[in-house]
């Protein structure tokens, strides 16, 4: 099973500041099959980022995905008040599906 | 539009079952994959498995295997989880989703709260 390893557990940052959240596989994932979401409280997670890069249906383009192999990030360019959630990088192969533990974006 | 609808949240006893179902509408219902997620209070997202409703084959988390058990019936375009032997660790928000592309999930159900207790 590949365990993926999100970092930090939380970021406090500021509206408007640029945040970097990192995802590490403990194997090579292939980046067609690496998912970001974003969870608030009491709600159903959202798909942001497929196939490492690719932006969902209606997410906004402060919102990107990279990374290759083991090292994936998700960076929000400059955060809005409504970002402030938790996000979870997600991977699928051999059948197998894992979530990484979240990380929090709260506001400083 | 697509949506995903679950049913309602459920209390247990420690060693029943609990069966949840999820309804699809606004699209081809066999054409995609449907997985199902759960959420323990406070906690991160744990995949537990996915079923085709084209074919109705089934693919479990190891964690999973043997206690849960995925169906399907077509002519309504629901999918079911039936968790059985349940405990108290069971206490969670169970998500079906639908796979959009390449393992991802483009629309969730809304949870269903499941809670095992004494």
Not at chain 1, 76 to 96: H, K, M, N, T, W
Not at chain 2, 56 to 63: I, N
Request: aromatic share 12%; glycine share 12%.
């Amino acid at each position: 099973e590949i365990v993926l390893t999100q970092s930090p557990g939380t970021l406090s940052l500021s509206p408007g500041e640029r945040a970097t959240l990192s995802c590490r596989a403990s194997q090579s994932v292939s980046s067609s099959y690496l998912a970001w979401y974003q969870q608030k409280p009491g709600q159903a997670p959202r798909l942001l980022i497929y196939g490492a890069s690719s932006r969902a249906t209606g997410i906004p383009d402060r919102f990107s995905g990279s990374g290759s192999g083991t090292d994936f990030t998700l960076t929000i360019s400059r955060l809005d008040p409504e970002d402030f959630a938790v996000y979870y990088c997600q991977q699928y192969g051999s059948s197998l599906l894992t979530f990484g533990g979240g990380t929090k974006v709260e506001i400083k | 539009q697509v949506q995903v609808v679950q049913s309602g949240a459920e209390v247990k006893k420690p060693g029943a079952s609990v069966k949840v179902s999820c309804k699809a509408s606004g699209y081809t219902f066999t054409k995609y994959y449907i997985h199902w997620v759960r959420q323990a209070p406070g906690q991160g997202l744990q995949w537990m498995g996915l079923i085709n409703p084209g074919g109705g084959t089934t693919s479990y988390a190891q964690k999973f295997q043997g206690r849960v058990t995925m169906t399907r019936d077509t002519s309504t375009s629901t999918v079911y989880m039936e968790v059985s032997s349940l405990r108290s660790e069971d206490t969670a928000v169970y998500y079906c989703a639908r796979e959009y592309i390449y393992g991802s999930f483009d629309h969730w159900g809304q949870g269903t709260l499941v809670t095992v207790s004494s």
